[in-house]
């Protein structure tokens, strides 16, 4: 055979693959019942122009497991699309100086050309992209029916305000205070703003994990972000503005503790207080400092800060007449925003009184765990009292169990260019209205100044602002913010299994045959963001009976993150990072079997060049050696095909086992490797042929090329189709029979040895014996008997 030249043999069955159709998938004919399928789906890219190891790693574990269900006789599902709209792309245009637009879709053609250049086997008749009329026509029309449920509504809210990048973000969006993508420190802005109503699917976001088949960490996170807790909701009554304030409490047994009353800087209340107290002025200073602070920071402030409104609250227990001050660290997104502060048993609360020096009463004795000075309630255990003192405050209309959740509505308005437009016209005469159906899409403008400036970029494009109301005609005004892009890819991955359709985002019969994804692969950064919205949407669609299955990843994997370790190779090679320069280098299959073969694919891994040569030459090796064997005369079989074609039995039963149940994904590679080893020993063995076939099928799914070229070596064809193999059990379980050990003749163990064995190893397996050691008793061995296949006597 010639010598291995990856360049040419990539190029070559890409395009046969392609010629093939080979990885598109087939829709069923209407009627056809789904027979095997199998959606798999890796996140979405943002087209940030260059593909980095981290996505070779992601969409590498996709393509070994598209070409394992494919060759297990699934009918496969494998997109790819384009997360193009959002911050990434106007930001990554706003560096680069063009217009998003431009910039994305030079992009969109840069990173398909070094996808395509990796080999993977992906249905390109189905790409998508976020920024295309033809995808956010649909993302417009999915707005339209949340809003016909009210699970999207408009309300002024005070909202995380990225100053840098002079826009609202989720909270999802906001890490220790401060913005996911540019790391400002966020403020509070209050503002009219859309949101979608995920809060009213917290149960359901919660239930629904018993149905998919996730890392328990993920739902750990989603539970803890969801943060369900049941308690009761108590009344204060504050008698100068006539209202009850009501509070959440998962503590209503100290509720005769609770000695002042505080609300967050951004409660409601607070607005009418500043206009009515007497102390107005210095409220008004205080909330603003405190707006300008955020959530984490300001409940980790070293010293709780606050001021006194000049109201009080009626305590509904005791009825005292208690203080009512504006704390920040009380905040808005816990409970109510307004809290019972019981300085005698929490400890925040205690720090506030004892700043302030604010009375502190003590109503649970901690270590008996009863109740003090609670009236009736006194000498109760916490568990019964609590429960007996939400009754007694129900029967008077001063209480209720109720539950709490930390999840709060999804906030997706942004004040940016570069996102799908909200379908909504705004009437002086009839108000919020949406636009209709068929007049979708609302097109994104072409914008000369598309630069955040704190008001949307759309509000200064006067002719695309104006619009006629569609419901009376008269002059309306468009809305001028954009959607999150995170509302894109909350549905995305059902338009795969329709990409085409112009009459509605995708066919209930094609999203139920494709759908929901079987095994979903990418970050766990995602867990509170775009899992948890996606799950939402699909749950929402479930209803409106546009899909037939609630959640929308049956499966998840998380991979891990890959760090370039290493200086040596940027000094000697310049900084050779781009997966497409190290394909050209080194082929793809050498990039693609190296970025698993690094480290568990699930774990953080430091990639260097020094392992991708060794990934080249073992390709380079087993370029040899089968060719050694197509070239060598194997020898006529008399039934014992011997070793190595047990070797390569085993092989499968381990690949097969690690691929398909235990999810690893580098052990395999070595198992391959073992096998090739065995094989070069002598590729004109008996089984010869049958090992060199086996770890070329073997090593398919990672090396698609190679093994291509190598399966034709052999004298077959079209290995992309070619069924897994199958281990032979019978071939697999070594003959193995029961070693009898003897000391002086007596037998002292018994133990299970292979036919295999030599008698040196018969006989070290006789001394590792515990049993026999004890008869051995550090005596002299005057002889060893060994009997093959029977036993073991050794004579002291
Ligand atoms: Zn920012
Ligand atoms: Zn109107």
Request: glycine letters at 8%.
């Amino acid at each position: 055979m010639e010598t291995y030249d990856p360049k040419a043999i990539e190029a070559k069955w890409q395009r046969v693959w392609e010629d093939a159709r080979a990885f598109y998938a087939e829709d069923p004919p209407p009627g056809e019942e789904p027979d095997g399928k199998f959606y798999m789906l890796e996140m979405l890219p943002y087209p940030s122009g260059n593909l980095h190891m981290g996505h070779v790693l992601n969409y590498t574990l996709g393509d070994v497991l598209t070409h394992f269900h494919r060759r297990h006789g699934q009918d496969v599902l494998r997109p790819m699309g384009w997360d193009s709209f959002g911050l990434p792309a106007e930001n990554a245009a706003i560096r680069e100086g063009g217009h998003p637009r431009e910039i994305t879709e030079r992009n969109i053609v840069n990173i398909e050309r070094q996808m395509r250049r990796l080999g993977w086997a992906i249905d390109w008749d189905r790409v998508i992209a976020a920024h295309d009329p033809d995808y956010y026509r649909w993302t417009q029309w999915l707005f339209l029916r949340f809003l016909e449920r009210d699970l999207a509504y408009r309300k002024a809210a005070f909202v995380n305000w990225c100053p840098h990048d002079q826009t609202v973000l989720a909270n999802e969006q906001v890490i220790d205070g401060k913005c996911e993508r540019c790391g400002t420190v966020v403020e509070a802005r209050k503002l009219e703003q859309w949101f979608f109503k995920i809060t009213a699917y917290a149960d359901a976001l919660l239930h629904d994990h018993a149905l998919i088949d996730w890392p328990e960490r993920t739902k750990t996170i989603q539970r803890n972000w969801i943060g369900r807790s049941e308690g009761a909701e108590l009344l204060f009554r504050i008698d100068e503005l006539d209202l009850d304030v009501p509070v959440f409490t998962t503590r209503a047994d100290t509720v005769f503790g609770a000695t002042l009353f505080v609300l967050a800087p951004e409660h409601p209340l607070v607005d009418e207080m500043i206009e009515r107290s007497p102390n107005g002025e210095e409220l008004r200073t205080y909330v603003s400092h405190a707006l300008a602070k955020r959530g984490e920071q300001r409940a980790a402030a070293e010293e709780k800060t606050g001021v006194f409104t000049g109201f009080f609250a009626t305590n509904p227990a005791t009825e005292a007449r208690i203080p009512v001050w504006v704390a920040d660290y009380v905040l808005m997104e816990y409970g109510t925003g307004a809290i019972m502060a019981v300085p005698g048993h929490d400890e925040r609360d205690r720090e506030f009184a004892d700043r302030f020096e604010l009375p502190v009463v003590e109503v649970v004795d901690e270590e008996a765990g009863v109740l003090v000075d609670s009236a009736q309630f006194s000498g109760m255990k916490v568990e019964e009292a609590e429960r007996a003192i939400v009754e007694w405050l129900g029967e008077r209309g001063r209480g209720r169990p109720a539950v709490s959740f930390r999840l709060r509505d999804w906030g997706f308005s942004r004040q940016r260019y570069w996102g799908c437009p909200i379908p909504i016209v705004y009437c002086p005469s009839c108000g919020v209205v949406p636009v209709p159906d068929d007049e979708l899409p609302v097109l994104l403008p072409e914008v000369e100044d598309y630069r955040p400036k704190g008001k949307p970029p759309l509000a200064s494009n006067e002719d695309w602002l104006r619009a006629p109301c569609p419901k009376c005609g008269g002059e309306g005004r468009r809305e001028a913010d954009t959607m999150d892009t995170f509302v894109d890819s909350a549905w995305y991955f059902l338009r795969y299994t329709d990409a085409h359709n112009d009459r509605e985002p995708f066919s209930r019969r094609l999203v139920d045959f494709w759908g929901p994804v079987d095994q979903y692969i990418g970050g766990i950064d995602h867990a509170t963001g775009h899992l948890m919205y996606s799950r939402f949407f699909v749950k929402v669609l479930n209803e409106l009976g546009m899909v037939g299955f609630r959640e929308p990843f049956q499966r998840l994997f998380h991979q891990g993150w890959v760090r370039q370790g290493g200086t040596k190779m940027s000094k000697s090679r310049g900084n050779v990072t781009a997966p497409d320069q190290l394909a050209e280098m080194y082929g793809a299959d050498a990039v693609r079997l190296y970025i698993l073969f690094v480290g568990p694919a699930d774990q953080d891994m430091d990639w260097t060049e020094e392992g991708i040569e060794g990934v080249g030459r073992f390709l380079r090796r087993l370029w040899r050696i089968v060719g050694a064997v197509v070239e060598a005369v194997e020898p006529e079989e008399d039934g014992d095909a011997g070793p190595l074609e047990r070797k390569a039995h085993e092989t499968i039963a381990k690949v097969t086992d690690d691929i398909g149940r235990r999810f690893v994904f580098n052990t395999p590679i070595a198992a391959v490797m073992e096998l090739v080893n065995e094989l070069g020993r002598d590729p004109s063995a008996p089984g010869a042929r049958f090992a060199a076939e086996t770890a070329v099928s073997l090593i398919q799914p990672y090396a698609p090329h190679i093994a291509e070229e190598l399966w034709s070596a052999l004298g077959h064809e079209r290995l992309w189709e070619q069924p897994w193999p199958v281990a032979d059990e019978g071939r697999l379980r070594r003959q193995t029979f029961e070693l009898v050990l003897q000391v002086n003749g007596r037998v002292r163990d018994r133990v299970e040895a292979s036919v295999d064995e030599s008698e040196a190893e018969l006989v070290a397996r006789a001394k590792a014996s515990s049993r026999v050691q004890q008869h051995l008793d550090d005596k002299e061995i005057r002889q060893t008997i060994v009997v093959p296949g029977k036993l073991v006597n050794i004579v002291v």
